[in-house]
């Protein structure tokens, strides 16, 4: 007999929180199968019939997140991408860019921290670069568009990082104005109120 959809995606997301638990205070290559388990309630063979290891597991972790993040990316520059296109505005592409970061901003962070994988940073980046040239937030002919997206994404992943660490210290409001000044205006352009 065969098991209900929802007792066998209730499983699987057992796993999946069991892990997710584990891998928030340690490095992947220490956590184990058996420590899974015991969290989740389950036992080994459960865990293989929907993982193949445990790399497995953050691989579907990331490819769910990266899936979810890039279907929001896309809703949200879509909203909007005359106005973002046709405006020089910073706030505009940060004010969509930064509830889509802040809706998964638990799982991002520490995929892309001291415990995460470098791939997962590297998927996320080229997500942000597709969504940018197919809305023409960018023309695909501008000069050093590598290099300007790096730039543009650095932005937003380190500072809702450091926004995140500090446990959303600034409201979201002065955070969307500080961080689309900075990264137009500079350092300098903003302590001399280019930006006011």
Known sequence: MKKQPEVTAATRQGFIDAFWTL???????????????????NNRSTFYHYFLDVYDLLEQIEDKLLEDVNRDLKSAFGCVADEISSSDDFNILFSR???????????????????????????LRKHMKENLLAFQVLPNDTEHIDYIINFIYS?????????????????????????????AYGVLGYRKGVNS
């Open 97 to 123: 860019i930064t509830p889509v970061f802040r809706k998964y901003e638990e799982k991002l962070f520490v995929l892309i921290g001291s415990h995460g994988d470098p791939k997962f940073s590297g998927l």
């Open 155 to 183: 932005s937003i992943i380190g500072m809702l990082g450091f926004w995140y660490e500090r446990e959303h210290d600034i409201s979201e409001e002065e955070f969307i104005k500080l961080v689309p000044n900075l990264t």
């Open 23 to 41: 891998y928030k205070e340690k490095g992947i290559e220490k956590i184990s199968v058996s420590e899974i388990t015991k969290i989740s309630g």
